[in-house]
């Protein structure tokens, strides 16, 4: 399984965008990217996944390059509800994989 | 609102007894994994079923973890005896592995557990 590598924490001020890269130099051919985002005393949950160039949804964008060996979660001007843990994840869950979670990035957004 | 719901929510026991976790996963959905998480390990994956049958649950200590799916509307996790080192937050994911699916799993909101 790809191992990831994110910064520990990282802080913000509201209306800022906030890009957190996650490096993932042994991602595979069938490897998937996957964020989550866990809010004190929650469960994890999912904010987006892609496989190479650009995916956006409602919460956030999802920037991989061509080797594909990190991508950039981008958050649009975060707020102090933004204040969470994001987790960067590889996997081959999308052909029967299991989830592994890395140490996540810890966002700190500040009034 | 379809959701994984995790009982007990809360959990305080002492030592050498018997603990378990009852999750119940999104209906349809064909995959289950239980997790821990702690302050210093993070998020574990202890164990994962596909379509009720365990995959891998090579995450749990073997001698007082077990994990089963009865059917397919219930996932337990057992730990008999409990320990301190037990103490934790155990959460519960259902996901559905499709072709074409996003391959999101949906968390339930853990169940606290403390061993005295």
């Known amino acids: 399984l790809a191992k990831t590598t994110q910064p520990i924490s990282m802080d913000s001020y509201e209306g800022q965008e906030v890009n957190i890269t996650c490096s993932h130099n042994?991602?595979?051919?069938?490897?998937?990217i996957t964020w989550y985002q866990q809010f004190p005393s929650q469960g994890p949950r999912f904010i987006i996944q892609?496989?190479?160039t650009k995916v956006t949804n409602e919460v956030a964008s999802l920037f991989i390059p061509a080797d594909r060996k990190s991508s950039t979660l981008s958050l649009p001007r975060v707020s102090l509800s933004d204040t969470a843990v994001y987790y960067c994840?590889?996997?081959?869950?999308?052909?029967?994989?299991?989830?592994?979670f890395g140490q996540g990035t810890e966002l700190s957004v500040k009034p | 609102d379809a959701r994984v719901t995790q009982t007990p929510r809360h959990k305080v026991t002492e030592m050498g007894q018997e603990v378990t976790m009852r999750c119940q996963p999104i209906?349809?959905?064909?995959?289950v994994f239980w997790y821990r998480q702690t302050m210093m390990q993070g998020l574990e994956l202890l164990a994962y079923?596909?379509?009720?049958?365990?995959?891998?649950d090579s995450g749990m200590p073997k001698d007082r973890f077990s994990a089963e799916m009865p059917d397919a509307t219930l996932a337990t996790l057992k730990i008999q005896p409990s320990e301190p080192r037990d103490s934790a937050v155990y959460f519960c994911?259902?996901?559905?592995?499709?072709?074409?699916?996003?391959?999101?799993?949906?968390f339930g909101e853990g169940s606290r557990l403390t061993v005295l």
């Open positions: 994911a259902s996901g559905l592995l499709a072709p074409a699916n996003t391959g999101e799993l949906f």
């Open positions: 042994n991602i595979a051919t069938n490897d998937y």
């Open positions: 892609g496989y190479k």
């Open positions: 994840l590889v996997d081959l869950y999308n052909q029967g994989g299991k989830l592994i």
């Open positions: 209906l349809g959905h064909n995959t």
């Open positions: 079923f596909r379509n009720r049958a365990p995959l891998d």
